[in-house]
């Protein structure tokens, strides 16, 4: 009997007005074209949400707005953008559940800066106002073209993937890890030394980006590649 393709848990972004919860139509392609089956996860009541969150193989943290500062100990910069306790609510609680459970995770921007907070790290809340001579992460060219250079760490899980040191891509962030969470290390850093990639020091994969390979799938084999790898370990944890 063939196995089942896995099953990859895609956490909700959340909008108030009008209230709803999405996820932005590239990460769902890049993970069919994986052979991953996307489902959304919006937000639940923590005891629903504890329930659901095991009948997933995977689980994809999405780009999205800031996260609050409060979570990581910090009060806001004045230059610190939008904020949604509810989002925040969801993605630390499944990326701490997937981290504690050994389950696949690959975040995204946003997702790897919960990611990041969920391990116990910190964030960066303004590139701008903290980081000397910074290059532009925030681009103004076509959302799928890269733009900028990352370093990547010899001997990580990402550059297995990407098969070399260097890596570029495209960059739509303000936020960024600072100090790195328990059970993390860095994968990748941009030339002006902010961290672009974290990744898990376990056996399991866990993978966080800064970028959007989501966006790049048509234009970099490099891009699809990541979804493609992160399918494949959650493939390997079916039981």
């Known amino acids: 009997m063939q196995a089942r393709k896995p099953l990859i ?13 999405y996820v932005n139509a590239p990460y769902i392609e890049a ?3 994986a052979e991953g089956i996307p489902v959304l996860i919006p937000s639940l009541p923590k005891e629903m949400l504890l329930e659901v969150l095991p009948r997933f193989d995977g689980i994809l943290l999405p780009g999205g707005i800031d996260v609050d500062p409060i979570r990581f100990g910090e009060q806001p910069h004045p230059k610190c953008g939008q904020v949604d306790p509810v989002w925040d609510e969801l993605d630390l609680t499944a990326a701490g559940w997937a981290m504690e459970n050994q389950v696949p995770i690959f975040a995204i921007c946003r997702g790897v800066q919960a990611l990041n907070v969920a391990a116990g790290g910190t964030l960066i809340q303004d ?17 799928w073209y890269a733009t900028h250079d990352v370093s990547v760490l010899p001997g990580s899980l990402l550059a297995s993937l990407v098969g070399g040191r260097s890596l570029r891509v495209n960059s739509f962030h ?4 600072r100090r790195v969470g328990n059970g993390l290390r860095v994968a990748a ?9 974290v990744e898990g020091t376990s056996a399991s994969f866990v993978l966080g980006v800064q970028w959007h390979p989501e966006l790049m799938i048509d234009h970099y084999p490099t891009a699809q590649k990541l979804f493609d790898q992160f399918v494949q370990a959650a493939r390997g944890g079916q039981e």
Do not use: W
Not at 12 to 20: A, I, K, L, V, W
Not at 127 to 143: L, N, T
Not at 174 to 177: E, G, I, M, N
């Open 174 to 177: 303000h936020q960024a890890v």
């Open 31 to 33: 993970l069919k074209r």
């Open 127 to 143: 590139i701008p106002s903290h980081v000397k001579d910074p290059i532009k992460h925030q681009q103004e060219a076509p959302r």
């Open 189 to 197: 850093s941009a030339p002006d030394g902010v961290i672009e990639a």
């Open 9 to 21: 848990g895609v956490v909700c972004g959340h909008q108030h007005d009008p209230e709803r919860y």
